[in-house]
């Protein structure tokens, strides 16, 4: 597509210089004295640069109402014909006047100038109060409830952490992506910043959404949409979000909440790693390494592959080591899962204080683990009996 837009973009250019050599529209001024065109060059030269500079200049008018929403367009073109409405009506009063009284070419000079100034003027405030237009209401073509169907806005947070382009390359992500201005400075801010690890984050969100524009399947669209009035980033990404109905894409906690007081449909990439995470239920068996040391008095920590926590009473002595565990609770929070345990030789002997885990017999969990070992190898989980039957 990228490929196609360039090559008409060429085509036009070229077409445009082949115009202005072969009209030669600056000759036709100098015909006389050809001798005084400016610079000395030859007429259908200047007049084929003169081509080129105002080929250039509408594709850059172009390439710049690409980027504009259709609010923005309507207001503009709304605003400009009503500013050309007032330049001419002015015109026409400078035109009644007394014959005499202002000179004729003066008079042509300030309607036309008029005109171009009223129209330049109804052209910036209507492209800055466009945004305030409920297109919804007006129906038919210029409702926006397909284009607004399914939009979701990326947060800082979410970019830098770079998960979202693994789940977008996963097909999981649909409808139009955008990412708003004020997001992209915010971003420039953190990749320029001084601080070594505030700048690598910043860099890391850049080349995060690199990936994300070259994924060919997804629509990605940058809004210049602002809220002047607004200071916080957070503040003018939920206003975004009202505005265009969208969802915000986010692994910001705080930000996660003030949404939801606000009435606005979050999208939490952690809820979703979160959710996306294997069941554990107590009286499983499993084999995990023990890393380190835990908080209190004699426990170890291991971590899954995942990256959840496995907390194991009593396994101090095992650290650097894999060890048989018997889970005996989960616990689910804002940050995510944690994994209780025991080592299954406590499990079995019954610690003081401590029940057996039931339904979980000794010779049963090291016949299944002998089985295991020989099918898969000796560090693959090892399932409990009862849930294996």
Known sequence: MRTNTVLIRLVFIGILIGAGFVLDP?????????????????????????????????????????????????GAGVGSIMGIVGGVLIGFLISYQEPGAVNP?????????LAFIMAYVGLMVGAAKGDYLDLSALGGIFSDKLT?????????????????ADVAETGFLSGTIVIPQFILREL?????????????????????????????SLDIQVVDTDFP???????????????????????????????????????????LANSLKPVVLPGEAMRVFILKEGKEYNQGVAYLDDGTMV???????????????????????????MIFGRLWEDTENGAPGEPRVAGVGGQQRRSFQREQRSTTGAHAPVRSAEQEQ
Do not use: C, W
């Open 26 to 74: 600056i000759g036709a001024k100098y015909a006389a004295q050809p001798a005084n065109a400016p610079f000395g060059l030859p007429t259908h030269v200047l007049s084929a640069l003169l081509a080129l500079v105002i080929a250039v200049a509408i594709i850059l008018f172009e390439i710049r109402i690409q980027r504009a929403s259709l609010k923005t367009l309507i």
């Open 188 to 216: 420039q801010q953190v990749a320029d910043s001084p601080d070594s690890s505030k700048r690598q984050r910043g860099r890391r969100g850049l080349d995060m959404l690199n990936r994300l524009q070259s994924n060919p």
């Open 105 to 113: 070419s003066t008079k042509a000079f300030l309607t036309l100038a």
């Open 311 to 337: 907390v194991v009473d009593n396994a101090r002595r095992m650290i650097g080591k894999n060890a048989d565990i018997a889970v005996t609770s989960v616990l689910q929070t804002t940050a995510g899962k």
């Open 148 to 164: 607004r169907k399914d939009v979701k806005i990326l947060d800082t947070s979410v970019i830098i952490d770079g998960r979202i």
């Open 229 to 271: 009035a607004v200071k916080e980033v957070d503040l003018k990404l939920l206003e975004l979000s009202k505005s265009l109905d969208g969802v915000v894409v986010t692994n910001d906690f705080n930000l996660n909440k003030v949404a939801q007081l606000h009435g606005i449909q979050v999208l939490n990439i952690n809820e």
